[in-house]
């Protein structure tokens, strides 16, 4: 702009720029498909397959393997049962997941927050130890809680060290499932909204300040609404593993509570009736995609991912 | 205000640690088991001994495993990162048509319990008359960590210009030639962290390792038809070094990242 | 005596402002009284420390040293939201969650004014700002440049802030449209009687709009003044740089009253001392190409060189010559209905008087 007598630029060359091949942009759109062909193919082999395979299963006669070859909806009759408890147990699954996905909520927000706004130069070490345990099997961490609150292990010796009573036995009981699964899934959680909130620009936040908002209207009018794409994602995941989460019911709960998906397992593996446990996956897959689509269907990726 | 500020950040931070603390406490009650003496595990440790981390390391049945768990890994690993590289540009590079539907179907997965779509994986084969051995527990894992790979890739790729890409084109470079010299150097570090991400989520995986691997057994797989049925302090031992395995696969991944990263600034 | 138009106070002084981060001093020592009502710009280069000032102006960013007062009162610890003032970003920062309606109402809703007192306010402003009605309820994403302009304008006078800041809202507009706001940010600041402070690297913009102009570089406020005093009357080589292209000559006093010589260009000088400094040894001539002429047969001036012409551009309605002398290339610049059609690579002469140029220290 301040341009100075000394230093005037080389007369501009007067080259003409060839025109862009119009066949490159007809071949790159053809490309994109390409590229996502292995993606395709391995999803529709391992996830698409199989799941119709559980769909045909599950309209075969029970206890046995007479897939196509039989069609009865005895299954879903009995699943449909008023008198059978697996009513219960999906019940006892939509309340650990809701639970799970409301407290989580609640438990992240804060850190996410600070992942954004407070750690600053400490935030990629921080994201790191909570990306971590994501890859320590989930029942090496859960025993571990095992070995913490069990008769005589570290809490209940620590307090019969120092003098008391001893610690209180809270595992086996349900909600000892529910922190097992606030435990296991936080990280679901917490990535998506943090990347939420990244998407807060900074400008609308002091433009909000400015213009006379105080701290909760900032909250609520300019922050909760802008990262809610990601606080979405963050609570559908974290509610669709929670449907389907069994490991805590198993290792943390013991026997106390029977969640669908050890419902599920059973019917494939104790009891052997593939065409019964066939139907209730069946019926929590609807359930779940059924809410995953909806939700999927009011977001952008493209945007939340960080397109430009 | 700023008294206020400061009262918030201090919040944070607290309840940041706090959460830290938890996550990590059970992993050290883990490894704070596998050097106790006694069969059971008992608070305060009377006795210290490093009996049962040398009877796992000896165990040849313990070796097999792990052989067993790091081959899956591997492949999965090499697998997973060729295909979601692919599925990344389709994800995010380039404008197609069915650009929004393809977004949608690589997410599914993820979103999708593993427990049951380790089941009807189990199912599938047995349908289609295919034993399961580890060879299938690959293909289960891929089917859950291609997803994974593909987005975290993707976020790289969100990143890239593409006029880069037309800049090179337009420089009289091959398509196979822009893919070398533009594209993969440039997509080095999501391509890596993506790699990193399907080892060791491999690595931990439960749910389908338990369905779809047949007789064979990973060391998740292990520890959990331990902990159920014979527990041995080997049990946390495995645990732990599973633990600290996957911690130093971290730190070096994370080492080499971070001089890809820095090789790409200077 | 006549009676005297009373003087406007400060609404706005900095004493001794000063921000570092870390060991950067971004903003250095800066006194300036903004008075009220008036159009105030600052200009400078990118990372000349405006953007941080305008900062510290809307609370955003605490100085380091200093203090900032309005009507008298210290206001450095005032947080934005408490600070009668109001800024219109670079990036405007519209609430992309919101329409145009909610955007402009937003000051009012969350002071607690009741909806429909506020929509008639919303209303009545898009009116000042010249936005139809029926872009009450549009998504604010899908206006286009110029109508975000005028929605980030409208939701900053919902505030009714006493000063508004405006950092570079106009950069990323088109030329011709931005000609337009320009006129209209003027025209609204005579109707408010606000006081008015805007930050931008256009000279150009700042010359269209203000009443004063502070040009600041590295940190610095180097000159304050009226457009006439910083066109005509630069304190120094960078003020009158970014004023636009000129050109630019080194002297030297010589020894015993002898003339100015020149040190990048031969021959002597009639160079009038630097308004600063009558006393100064070393100086620049700072000539605007406007006042350079080509002197033919017969025709003089009291200062010459010798060059040769090896390019010419249209700039529309006046044609500008590069003249190579020695070294340095002059630019002359003439309107173009007394174009000489010269050839290129002839030799010229070019002249000026010395009242015609500016002399500003080294």
């Keep these: ?308 | 205000m700023e008294q206020e500020k400061a009262r918030t950040r201090l919040f944070i931070w607290l309840w940041t640690a706090f959460v830290v603390v938890l996550l990590y406490l059970p992993i050290f009650c883990g490894a704070l088991a596998s050097v106790s003496k006694g069969r059971y595990f008992a608070f305060p440790v009377r006795a210290f001994t490093s009996e049962w981390w040398e009877k796992t390391v000896d165990s040849i049945e313990i070796g097999m495993i792990v052989h067993t768990s790091l081959l899956v890994a591997a492949l999965v690993t090499v697998l997973s990162v060729v295909v979601a590289f692919f599925g990344a540009l389709a994800f995010a590079r380039y404008d197609w048509k069915g650009r929004r539907l393809f977004q949608k179907i690589v997410i599914l997965p993820i979103f999708f319990p593993q427990p049951v779509l380790g089941l009807a994986l189990l199912l599938w084969f047995s349908a289609a008359g295919i034993q399961t051995s580890w060879l299938t527990a690959v293909f289960a894992h891929l089917v859950w960590i291609v997803p994974v790979v593909t987005l975290v890739i993707a976020i790289q790729v969100y990143s890239f210009d593409p006029s880069l890409e037309e800049a090179a084109f337009d420089l009289g470079a091959t398509r196979w030639q822009v893919m070398r010299e533009v594209t993969l150097p440039i997509l080095w570090p999501g391509i890596w962290s993506g790699a990193l991400f399907a080892f060791l989520l491999s690595w931990g995986n439960f749910p389908l390792s338990l369905y779809t691997a047949g007789a064979d057994s990973t060391v998740p797989k292990w520890l959990y038809s331990k902990m159920v049925a014979g527990y041995t302090p080997m049990v946390p031992a495995l645990g732990t070094m599973s633990t600290l395995g996957a911690a130093s696969a971290l730190l070096l991944g994370g080492l080499v990242l971070w001089l890809l990263r820095r090789r790409a600034v200077a | 005596m006549t009676q005297e138009a009373a003087p406007k106070l400060p609404i706005l002084q900095l004493v001794g402002v000063r921000k570092t981060f870390n060991d950067f001093v971004a903003v250095e020592k800066i006194d300036l009284d903004v008075i009220e009502g008036e159009f105030l710009t600052i200009v400078g280069p990118s990372g000349s420390g405006k953007t941080t000032l305008l900062r510290m102006l809307a609370g955003m960013d605490q100085p380091s040293e200093g203090n900032i007062t309005l009507h008298g009162a210290r206001i450095n610890d005032v947080p934005p939201n408490k600070r009668p003032t109001c800024l219109v970003f670079q990036s405007l920062a519209l609430f992309p969650h919101k329409s145009v309606g909610d955007n402009i109402e937003f000051p009012l809703k969350v002071r607690g004014v009741d909806a429909k007192a506020r929509k008639a306010r919303a209303l009545e402003l898009m009116r000042v700002v010249r936005l139809p009605e029926s872009y009450y309820s549009k998504n604010v994403m899908k206006c286009s440049g110029g109508e975000r302009q005028r929605v980030a304008l409208a939701r900053a006078l919902a505030y009714d802030p006493e000063v508004l800041f405006f950092d570079e809202p106009l950069s990323a507009i088109d030329y011709k449209l931005k000609k337009v706001l320009e006129k209209e940010l003027k025209d609204l600041h005579k109707e408010t009687g606000k006081t008015f402070i805007y930050i931008t690297h256009s000279l150009e913009e700042a010359m269209v709009m203000s009443d004063r102009i502070g040009v600041m570089r590295a940190g610095r406020l180097v000159q304050v003044g009226t457009p006439e005093q910083i066109y005509n009357h630069p304190v120094d080589r960078f003020v009158s740089e970014f004023v636009g292209e000129v050109n630019v000559i080194e002297v030297k006093k010589g020894e015993d009253g002898a003339p100015w010589r020149g040190v990048d260009v031969p021959g002597a000088f009639h160079v009038r001392p630097p308004e600063e400094d009558a006393g100064a040894e070393h100086a620049f001539v700072v000539i605007r190409p406007e006042y350079l002429r080509f002197l033919g047969a017969g025709d003089t001036a009291q200062n010459s060189l010798k060059g040769t012409v090896y390019n010419e551009y249209s700039l529309g309605s006046r044609i500008q010559y590069q003249v190579r002398v020695g070294e340095k290339v002059m630019l002359v610049e003439l309107s173009r209905s007394k174009a000489l059609p010269i050839a290129a690579d002839r030799s010229v002469t070019v002249g000026w008087d010395a009242a015609d140029a500016i002399t500003v220290r080294a």
């Design chain 1, 1 to 308: 702009m301040a341009n100075t007598s000394l230093s005037h630029p080389a007369p501009p060359l007067s080259v003409e720029a060839a025109p862009a091949a119009p066949t490159r942009r007809d071949a790159l759109l053809s490309l994109g498909a390409r590229c996502s062909l292995p993606v395709i193919v391995l999803l529709a082999v391992g996830f698409v397959a199989p799941l119709i395979a559980i769909f045909a299963y599950s309209f075969a006669k029970p206890r046995t393997f007479e897939v196509f070859r039989s069609f009865t909806l005895v299954n879903y009759a009995e699943i449909f049962n008023v008198n059978n408890t697996v009513w219960l147990s999906f019940l006892w699954s939509l309340g650990f997941a809701f639970a799970t996905c409301a407290l989580l909520a609640v438990i992240a927000y804060p850190i996410a927050y600070g992942l954004n706004r407070v750690f600053g130069k400490w935030s990629s070490l921080v994201s790191i130890l909570f990306v971590f345990p994501l890859f320590v099997s989930e029942n090496v961490r859960l025993y571990g809680w095992v070995l913490f609150f069990i008769k005589n292990g570290v809490l209940d010796g620590t307090l019969k060290t120092l003098g008391f009573e001893g610690g209180p036995q809270v595992l086996y009981q349900p909600p000892m499932i529910l922190a097992g699964m606030l435990y296991v899934y936080l990280p679901f959680m917490l990535f998506p909204m943090t990347l939420g909130l990244a998407m807060v620009p900074r400008d609308l936040i002091d433009a909000a300040r400015d213009l006379g908002a105080n701290r909760w209207q900032i909250w609520r009018e300019v922050e909760l609404p802008l990262a809610m794409p990601g606080i979405l994602i963050g609570m559908l995941l974290t509610f669709v593993l929670g449907i389907g989460a069994v490991a805590e019911a198993k290792i943390l709960g013991g026997q106390s509570v029977i969640v669908i998906s050890h419902d599920i397992e059973i019917a494939f593996t104790y009891s052997q009736n593939w065409p019964l446990g066939s139907a209730l996956a069946v019926v929590v897959t609807i359930f779940i995609g059924a809410l995953t689509l909806a939700v999927f269907s009011r977001l952008d990726l493209d945007r939340l991912l960080g397109r430009r």
